[in-house]
């Protein structure tokens, strides 16, 4: 029994121990930063954003957020979650709180600011960083957050022309157009493939008509081309080349 008892014992002990170690759960944390002053936990959250710790920040930020919505940093509180969110990833927390923001914020002197982010959130939300890595185009994916991205930056430049981000909004439309355009295009091809002529030309003329300062123009057209060659629309298909011939001259079209 004694043997016994030395054996048990031991294990108990460390049980205890694991016990113990464990109790610093994220739970007991935050009723510690809960007895923080607002002051000291924002410090702590601006400190984190300037080192790079953006989960941290989001975290604390989060905290904050809930905790004093009414507080001396509130709107600030809000902003720099936003950017916490966006650096994150977590697209979904990021445009909640934005749209919360400018809800309640209308004539906030930052709403340009979140409106701004709205846009390089949802533009961010369109990248697949593994198929960037590796090289692979995959224009054919869903744009809907593209979109979304273009409408934001629009609405920034409608609302705020003199805004500090408007600049940078409009160069991000133009990247953003070229981005949509290229979908059609590439949803055209499949269409091609598929020998659905009709429905390529029309996503070719969609190109003309809504992109017709991007940089898949002449792609479209050489499709419009192609499709009215194959539907014997001969008419169409002379008026698709003299357009291909009088902006793009070098295109294999033409013969």
Same mark, same amino acid.
């Given at each position: 029994?004694?043997?016994?008892?030395?054996?048990?014992?031991?294990?108990?002990?460390?049980?205890?121990?694991?016990?113990?170690?464990?109790?610093?759960?994220?739970?007991?944390?935050?009723?510690?930063?809960?007895?923080?002053?607002?002051?000291?936990?924002?410090?702590?959250?601006?400190?984190?954003?300037?080192?790079?710790?953006?989960?941290?920040?989001?975290?604390?930020?989060?905290?904050?957020?809930?905790?004093?919505?009414?507080?001396?940093?509130?709107?600030?509180?809000?902003?720099?979650?936003?950017?916490?969110?966006?650096?994150?990833?977590?697209?979904?927390?990021?445009?909640?709180?934005?749209?919360?923001?400018?809800?309640?914020?209308?004539?906030?002197?930052?709403?340009?600011?979140?409106?701004?982010?709205?846009?390089?959130?949802?533009? @961010?939300?369109?990248?697949?960083? #593994?198929?960037?890595?590796?090289?692979?185009?995959?224009?054919?994916?869903?744009?809907?957050?593209?979109?979304?991205? #273009?409408? @934001?930056?629009?609405?920034?430049?409608?609302?705020?022309?003199?805004?500090?981000?408007?600049?940078?909004?409009?160069?991000?439309?133009?990247?953003?157009?070229?981005?949509?355009?290229?979908?059609?295009?590439?949803?055209?091809?499949?269409?091609?493939?598929?020998?659905?002529?009709?429905?390529?030309?029309?996503?070719?003329?969609?190109?003309?008509?809504?992109?017709?300062?991007?940089?898949?123009?002449?792609?479209?057209?050489?499709?419009?081309?192609?499709?009215?060659?194959?539907?014997?629309?001969?008419?169409?298909?002379?008026?698709?080349?003299?357009?291909?011939?009088?902006?793009?001259?070098?295109?294999?079209?033409?013969?």
């Amino acid at each position: 029994m004694i043997l016994k008892d030395l054996i048990v014992r031991p294990v108990v002990f460390l049980l205890i121990v694991t016990l113990f170690g464990c109790s610093s759960s994220p739970d007991d944390e935050e009723l510690l930063s809960a007895n923080r002053g607002q002051d000291s936990l924002y410090q702590e959250a601006k400190e984190s954003l300037l080192q790079g710790n953006f989960n941290v920040a989001s975290n604390i930020l989060s905290a904050l957020d809930s905790r004093y919505p009414f507080g001396p940093h509130s709107h600030q509180v809000q902003l720099d979650l936003i950017y916490a969110y966006y650096k994150v990833g977590k697209t979904d927390e990021s445009l909640a709180t934005i749209d919360r923001f400018v809800r309640l914020n209308p004539n906030h002197s930052d709403v340009d600011y979140a409106i701004y982010m709205r846009g390089l959130t949802n533009m @961010d939300a369109d990248k697949n960083l #593994f198929q960037e890595l590796v090289g692979i185009d995959r224009s054919d994916r869903d744009p809907s957050k593209s979109r979304e991205a #273009f409408n @934001d930056f629009r609405r920034l430049i409608n609302k705020f022309p003199d805004s500090k981000y408007a600049a940078d909004a409009k160069k991000r439309m133009v990247f953003i157009k070229n981005r949509l355009a290229k979908y059609e295009i590439e949803i055209a091809r499949f269409y091609m493939r598929r020998e659905a002529y009709v429905a390529a030309a029309n996503r070719g003329r969609y190109v003309l008509e809504y992109y017709p300062d991007s940089t898949q123009i002449q792609q479209a057209l050489e499709i419009m081309v192609e499709c009215y060659d194959q539907l014997d629309l001969n008419d169409l298909k002379d008026n698709a080349m003299k357009t291909l011939k009088l902006n793009f001259p070098e295109s294999s079209f033409i013969s």
